[in-house]
């Protein structure tokens, strides 16, 4: 039988760094919407995509306020501590975040625990997808 180690790329990255760059919930969100685009992506779409799961509404309902509010924490901190560890590229001059070799398979294990962890009553705005800073 193969293990779930035979199967999948390793994430190039000591586990204490995955631990850490997964440990808060933008940065998640910021895993998994790189895992989406080879493309490099701004901090401000990521704050508005970001702020529409926060405080579930379409993205086209956020507010200034509240991509505002995402927008400062991802650029004065999280954007990068995830270069610092390697998940991801970010050009502090031109607010663009690309990813890195560490992007898909971190994202793949956050969406692996994600689905394992999930229950319909922890459907809300507090379980994974959190407001935490």
Same mark, same amino acid.
């Given at each position: 039988?193969?293990?779930?180690?035979?199967?999948?790329?390793?994430?190039?990255?000591?586990? +204490?760094?995955?631990?850490?760059?997964?440990?808060?919930?933008?940065?998640?969100?910021?895993?998994?919407?790189?895992?989406?685009?080879?493309?490099?992506?701004?901090?401000?779409?990521?704050?508005?995509?970001?702020?529409?799961?926060?405080?579930?509404?379409?993205?086209?309902? +956020? &507010?200034?306020?509240?991509? &505002?509010? +995402?927008?400062?924490?991802?650029?004065?901190?999280?954007?990068?501590?995830?270069?610092?560890?390697?998940?991801?590229?970010?050009?502090?001059?031109?607010?663009?975040?690309?990813?890195?070799?560490?992007?898909?398979?971190?994202?793949?294990?956050?969406?692996?625990? &994600?689905?394992?962890?999930? &229950?319909?009553?922890?459907?809300?705005?507090?379980?994974?997808?959190?407001?935490?800073?």
């Amino acid at each position: 039988m193969m293990s779930d180690v035979d199967c999948c790329p390793a994430i190039p990255l000591d586990p +204490v760094d995955v631990f850490e760059a997964i440990s808060n919930s933008r940065r998640r969100r910021v895993i998994l919407s790189l895992s989406r685009s080879n493309d490099p992506v701004s901090a401000s779409d990521l704050a508005v995509e970001i702020a529409a799961r926060e405080n579930a509404v379409d993205p086209s309902q +956020v &507010t200034g306020e509240q991509r &505002t509010r +995402v927008y400062i924490g991802l650029t004065q901190g999280h954007l990068e501590k995830l270069d610092d560890l390697g998940v991801a590229q970010y050009d502090d001059r031109s607010k663009q975040v690309k990813p890195t070799d560490a992007t898909n398979p971190l994202a793949r294990q956050i969406r692996r625990i &994600t689905t394992e962890c999930y &229950t319909p009553a922890e459907d809300s705005a507090e379980s994974v997808g959190g407001t935490e800073r």
